[in-house]
């Protein structure tokens, strides 16, 4: 066809019929007239192989039912396995362990309210698939279980007590499971295992048993008082027995040798002398505290004068130590120096020179400090 000046033209569009007559056309007519039945043919041949075998996964069987004489009792492994298309139908089932959650409130033996939630294993039995599928279906487990657990759980809870339940948590788990696999083979549900996953109690039981836990703190903390108390006792008496025996023993030795008053003031003498020695500063002594003559004690060694103890000279000793006092303590009295003029016996002067000599040079160790 003419055309304008510069228009394109655009390419004409294949038909199915021209491209199907040119296929006969090519093609003997022997061959060209039975095409169409022969596609037909091969289409049904390669849908019924298809149909014809099936195949099994791991971990599962399969039962296969008869359109005409009905479901077959045998079930099928795993692989391939053939079929008659369009007469029998495979259906696969899975018979590995699945485990199923159930909780349920029952009440205990002494009427208390018990939550419990408890998992079970469960599988088919593979001998009787057929009977499973025929009677209950695919969905088997959710038909069976959830009344069986309930009931089982009520009736092991109901033979126990709140405490028992605590206490032989496992001879519970055992019970559930031994009359639960009993209850689930009516069924040829095989139970592999039960666990009691959650146990709660009512709230008056958990109350009741806080304040059973406080009440025995309590009663055990008030034994330990009493057996505190007692022990004290005890140490007591045996403090005032001591005391007592020792104040007798002291008593005895006192009566039985005179001398031993004299050991303890030159022991107490040595003390207060160490004390001295050891102390900063000036100190304020009365001859009468120490039990010691000094006038007496001076007079049979020498009258030491103030050079001997670094004092002003003319001083006498005495009176240094008296004069030498800090500020705040009372002036020397007539009392005191009539303590320090008084003195104890001749035999009791020989017997504190030493001491008298010993407390002489501390206090001067001491002032000069």
């Given amino acids: 066809m003419a055309t304008a000046a510069g228009a394109k033209v655009p390419p004409p569009t294949p038909s199915l019929n021209k491209i199907i007559d040119a296929i006969r056309a090519a093609l003997p007519k022997s061959v060209s007239?039975?095409?169409?039945?022969?596609?037909?043919?091969?289409?049904?041949?390669?849908?019924?192989?298809?149909?014809?075998i099936y195949f099994v996964p791991g971990g599962h069987r399969a039962v296969k039912f008869n359109a005409l004489t009905g479901l077959h009792n045998t079930s099928y492994g795993e692989g391939a396995n053939l079929a008659i298309p369009y007469v029998e139908t495979p259906v696969v089932l899975d018979i590995r362990n699945r485990a199923a959650e159930i909780s349920s409130s029952s009440g205990s033996r002494d009427l208390q309210n018990i939550d419990m939630s408890v998992r079970v294993l469960y599988k088919p039995n593979v001998e009787y698939l057929h009977d499973i599928y025929r009677n209950?279906?695919?969905?088997?487990?959710?038909?069976?279980?959830?009344?069986?657990?309930?009931?089982?759980?009520?009736?092991?809870?109901?033979?126990?007590?709140?405490?028992?339940?605590?206490?032989?948590?496992?001879?519970?788990?055992?019970?559930?499971?031994?009359?639960l696999q009993h209850r689930a083979g009516v069924f040829h549900i095989d139970i592999s295992d039960v666990s009691i996953t959650e146990m709660t109690?009512?709230?008056?039981?958990?109350?009741?048993?806080?304040?059973?836990?406080?009440?025995?703190?309590m009663a055990e903390r008030a034994k330990f008082q009493v057996e505190q108390a007692l022990q004290e006792k005890k140490g007591a008496i045996l403090l005032a027995e001591g005391e007592a025996q020792a104040a007798s023993l002291i008593g005895e030795a006192m009566n039985n040798n005179p001398g031993f008053i004299?050991?303890?003031?030159?022991?107490?003498?040595?003390?207060?002398?160490?004390?001295?020695?050891q102390g900063k500063g000036?100190?304020?002594?009365?001859?009468?505290?120490?039990?010691?003559?000094?006038?007496?004690?001076?007079?049979?060694?020498?009258?030491?004068?103030?050079?001997?103890?670094?004092?002003?000279?003319?001083?006498?000793?005495?009176?240094?130590?008296?004069?030498?006092?800090?500020a705040g303590l009372p002036p020397p009295?007539?009392?005191?120096?009539?303590a320090a003029a008084g003195g104890l016996s001749p035999a009791s002067s020989?017997?504190?020179?030493?001491?008298?000599?010993?407390?002489?040079?501390?206090?001067?160790s001491s002032l000069r400090h």
């Avoid at 004299?262 to 020695?277: I, N, S, T, Y």
């Fill in 333 to 338: 009295t007539a009392t005191n120096a009539a």
């Fill in 282 to 326: 000036q100190f304020l002594l009365d001859s009468a505290t120490l039990g010691i003559d000094a006038a007496s004690a001076l007079t049979t060694l020498h009258a030491p004068t103030a050079g001997d103890f670094g004092t002003p000279t003319g001083v006498p000793v005495a009176s240094h130590m008296l004069l030498s006092a800090p």
């Fill in 262 to 277: 004299k050991l303890r003031r030159l022991e107490a003498q040595k003390a207060v002398a160490k004390a001295v020695a």
């Fill in 350 to 364: 020989l017997l504190l020179t030493a001491g008298a000599l010993a407390v002489g040079m501390l206090v001067s």
């Fill in 136 to 179: 209950l279906g695919v969905n088997y487990a959710d038909m069976v279980l959830p009344n069986l657990i309930n009931e089982v759980v009520k009736a092991v809870i109901a033979g126990f007590n709140a405490g028992e339940l605590l206490a032989r948590r496992q001879e519970v788990s055992n019970r559930i499971f031994q009359q």
């Fill in 201 to 217: 109690f009512g709230k008056e039981y958990t109350s009741a048993v806080e304040a059973k836990q406080i009440a025995q703190q």
């Fill in 33 to 52: 007239g039975s095409l169409p039945a022969a596609i037909f043919v091969t289409g049904v041949t390669g849908y019924t192989l298809y149909k014809g």
